[in-house]
């Protein structure tokens, strides 16, 4: 069977039946938990979109005014609302007055085309123009500003979204050039754009799934590395990192710090302001150790008020100097309560790998011992073990 011989009609009925089942699928699938709201967000305006294309099926030889305006209105608001769901996985304001715009310049197009104003190629350019802009839109977002965090999930769903609107435009090209004004005309573009929907409307539903999902397995990830006070990495991770030093160090004989803060005083701190004031305290410190280490050092929790700090590729005298920078500058900065400043001071004890322990447990050790050296020489200094 030939493309020229398939029905139009049934094509596009298939284009519906995927578009409205994946819209339906997803606001389940989003449904289930607010995490995924921007996946039921997608399938509404997934629905929305369907039931335009759905009117775009049924009319009649008349073109109903109504109809047409509805379905219209429909398609480009259905894509505004897609663009708005992107926005909400993205943590991002969903104000949107570009599309706003659009769903304006497509009701007035149809309006114009209803008293002759404006040719039904005219009107059929402009809805399906606005629908490729939209999908640009979307591909700009999802590809070129893919966020961080699954990275991979979300350019592969931009690269669907790209071609999508590639199919858009050449739609376009083709409704201007007059080879096309109707979709449901039969031709052989018409035949081919159908089955491409069809086909990307699977593949983008797929890919917004896979964002969310990616997310969340990063997150949880994040989740089993980090703190949840804090943000600082937590034992286990520090241990991992501590591991990967050592064997680093073993292939270059290199050398690394191991740096342990502890908090001055901060019980008495803690019972006089309170344990939620105790816990912005601990947000702050780390804020300020990672301000002062490198960026390729490891910040983490060591437990309680006690914190600690790898440093790569560095020897015990400097590790002391960055340690007694970051000393100073949480002395200075202290912290604010209620309006009123309150010093706050660290001890801090260096150990550096090989010199000082050849495992975690020796290291550690070692500079808990010349942390504990610095909290009986009087607290708020460093000392280097």
């Given at each position: 069977m030939s493309?020229?011989?398939?029905?139009?009609q049934t094509?596009f009925?298939?284009?519906?039946?995927?578009?409205f089942?994946?819209g339906?699928?997803?606001?389940?699938?989003?449904?289930?938990d607010?995490?995924y709201?921007?996946?039921r967000?997608?399938g509404?305006?997934?629905?929305?979109?369907?039931l335009g294309?759905a009117l775009v099926a049924?009319?009649?030889?008349?073109?109903?005014m109504?109809?047409?305006l509805?379905?219209?209105?429909?398609l480009?608001?259905?894509?505004?609302l897609?663009?708005?769901?992107?926005?909400?996985?993205?943590?991002?304001s969903t104000?949107?007055?570009?599309g706003?715009?659009?769903v304006?310049i497509?009701i007035?197009?149809?309006?114009?085309?209803?008293?002759?104003?404006?040719?039904?190629?005219?009107r059929?350019?402009?809805?399906?123009?606005?629908?490729g802009i939209i999908?640009?839109?979307?591909?700009?977002?999802?590809?070129?500003r893919?966020?961080?965090s699954?990275?991979?999930?979300?350019?592969f769903?931009?690269?669907?979204?790209?071609?999508?609107a590639l199919?858009?435009?050449?739609?376009v090209i083709a409704v201007?050039?007059?080879?096309s004004?109707?979709?449901?005309?039969?031709?052989?573009l018409?035949?081919?754009?159908m089955?491409?929907?069809t086909a990307?409307?699977v593949?983008?539903?797929?890919?917004?799934?896979?964002?969310?999902?990616?997310?969340?397995?990063?997150?949880?990830?994040?989740?089993?590395?980090?703190?949840?006070?804090?943000?600082?990495l937590?034992?286990?991770?520090?241990?991992?990192?501590?591991e990967?030093?050592?064997?680093?160090c073993?292939?270059?004989?290199?050398?690394f710090a191991v740096?342990?803060?502890?908090?001055d005083?901060?019980?008495r701190?803690n019972?006089t302001?309170g344990h939620?004031?105790?816990?912005?305290?601990?947000?702050?410190?780390v804020?300020t150790?990672?301000e002062?280490?490198r960026?390729?050092?490891?910040?983490?929790?060591?437990?309680?008020?006690e914190?600690m700090?790898?440093?790569?590729d560095?020897?015990?005298e400097?590790?002391?100097?960055?340690?007694?920078?970051?000393r100073?500058?949480?002395?200075?900065?202290?912290?604010?309560?209620?309006?009123q400043?309150?010093e706050?001071?660290?001890?801090?004890?260096?150990?550096?790998f090989?010199?000082?322990g050849?495992?975690?447990?020796e290291?550690v050790?070692a500079?808990?011992?010349?942390?504990?050296?610095?909290?009986?020489?009087?607290?708020?200094?460093v000392?280097?073990?």
């Amino acid at each position: 069977m030939s493309l020229m011989a398939l029905d139009i009609q049934t094509l596009f009925f298939s284009a519906v039946t995927v578009s409205f089942t994946a819209g339906v699928a997803a606001i389940y699938f989003g449904s289930q938990d607010m995490s995924y709201r921007s996946v039921r967000d997608w399938g509404v305006a997934t629905v929305v979109m369907s039931l335009g294309l759905a009117l775009v099926a049924v009319r009649n030889n008349t073109e109903a005014m109504v109809g047409v305006l509805i379905a219209s209105t429909l398609l480009v608001y259905g894509m505004v609302l897609m663009y708005r769901s992107l926005l909400v996985y993205r943590h991002e304001s969903t104000r949107d007055m570009p599309g706003l715009i659009l769903v304006g310049i497509t009701i007035f197009t149809v309006l114009l085309w209803r008293v002759d104003i404006v040719s039904l190629g005219t009107r059929t350019a402009v809805v399906s123009g606005s629908v490729g802009i939209i999908m640009w839109r979307c591909a700009w977002l999802m590809g070129i500003r893919a966020l961080p965090s699954a990275r991979c999930s979300q350019r592969f769903t931009g690269a669907v979204y790209a071609i999508y609107a590639l199919l858009q435009t050449v739609r376009v090209i083709a409704v201007v050039l007059g080879s096309s004004e109707d979709v449901l005309a039969g031709g052989l573009l018409d035949i081919l754009y159908m089955q491409g929907i069809t086909a990307l409307w699977v593949l983008v539903t797929l890919g917004v799934i896979w964002m969310v999902v990616e997310r969340q397995q990063e997150d949880l990830l994040q989740m089993a590395m980090n703190d949840p006070l804090t943000g600082a990495l937590n034992r286990n991770a520090m241990l991992s990192s501590f591991e990967h030093e050592r064997s680093r160090c073993g292939r270059n004989q290199g050398n690394f710090a191991v740096v342990m803060f502890d908090i001055d005083h901060f019980k008495r701190f803690n019972d006089t302001y309170g344990h939620l004031t105790g816990d912005a305290v601990l947000q702050g410190l780390v804020v300020t150790l990672r301000e002062v280490v490198r960026q390729h050092d490891s910040v983490g929790r060591f437990g309680g008020e006690e914190f600690m700090v790898i440093m790569p590729d560095i020897a015990g005298e400097v590790a002391t100097q960055v340690a007694e920078r970051a000393r100073q500058a949480i002395q200075e900065r202290g912290f604010v309560v209620k309006g009123q400043r309150v010093e706050l001071t660290v001890s801090a004890g260096v150990a550096v790998f090989p010199d000082n322990g050849q495992d975690w447990d020796e290291l550690v050790s070692a500079a808990d011992s010349a942390l504990y050296n610095a909290k009986g020489s009087g607290r708020n200094c460093v000392v280097l073990a």
